[in-house]
């Protein structure tokens, strides 16, 4: 086990998920990985967070290289007094032994407690940089809403009352095959005023990416429509109707 999570020797991984939050650095969505499946360059040795560089490595390393000297140094001079020559060189290796153990431990110890208070640094500089206003801001900026279109047409009173019973636009059996928008309200209310003054407006908004798609912008009737025209072929309209923004409105 390392602290948090159960180990397995046998398949070299944790059998136990991480309970840290995977957003955290450190920590990734695979929650039995080790060290971010980079043992060679990183390290977890509290089971929560890889962090680099191993302190821990480097603890075990350097405590058992300073406690095996100290301790040989000590056994030597303890077996020195006790048996003379003879008794330094077995008081010093016995010393060395015992000294690379115990400073290995310790080493290892701290170097678990610098690791975990890198990692604890480093989510809380990350909680910091996500929270701050200047991260909000980009965030918002990349949640901008879609650029939009509002397009306006002129119906009869069956076309109307289609609209109202299924919400869509549709094409009739032996009609047009498109459905033409005016981009203007104004110069849609002319058109009709002109052409069939018993007509309704009716107005839609969908999103540009949408329109772009389905949308034909060759300009029709560009006498009574300066503003520009869009007609929508009825192989499109499914698509076009399931981008309609609000709902198709009345404008009379």
């Avoid at 208070?117 to 900026?141: G, I, L, V």
């Amino acid at each position: 086990m390392v602290f948090v999570s159960f180990g397995s020797a046998a398949n070299a991984r944790f059998i136990s998920p991480d309970p840290t939050d995977p957003t955290l650095p450190g920590v990734g969505t695979n929650r039995y990985a080790y060290s971010l499946n980079d043992p060679i360059n990183k390290s977890d040795p509290n089971g929560h967070v890889a962090g680099e560089p191993d302190k821990t490595a480097e603890g075990i390393t350097q405590g058992g290289f300073l406690g095996g000297l100290l301790g040989g140094l000590i056994g030597a001079g303890a077996g020195f007094l006790a048996a003379g020559p003879a008794g330094a060189l077995v008081g010093g290796a016995g010393g060395a032994m015992d000294g690379a153990m115990g400073g290995a431990i310790l080493g290892g110890i701290l170097g678990v407690h610098a690791d975990m208070m890198e990692n604890r640094q480093a989510a809380k500089e990350k909680k910091q940089a996500t929270t701050s206003p200047s991260s909000r801001a980009t965030t918002k900026e990349t949640e901008k809403p879609k650029e939009t279109v509002s397009l306006y047409r002129s119906v009869s009173e069956k076309e109307l009352s289609q609209i109202q019973r299924t919400g869509t636009f549709q094409t009739v059996y032996g009609g047009m095959e498109y459905k033409q928008f005016g981009l203007s309200l104004q110069e849609t209310r002319s058109f009709r005023d002109k052409m069939d003054p018993a007509n309704h407006i009716v107005g839609v908004t969908v999103s540009k990416d949408t329109l772009d798609r389905v949308g034909d912008m060759t300009p029709v009737d560009t006498f009574n429509f300066h503003g520009g025209t869009v007609s929508v072929h009825e192989s499109n309209l499914n698509e076009f109707n399931s981008s309609i923004i609000g709902g198709i409105g009345k404008y009379d």
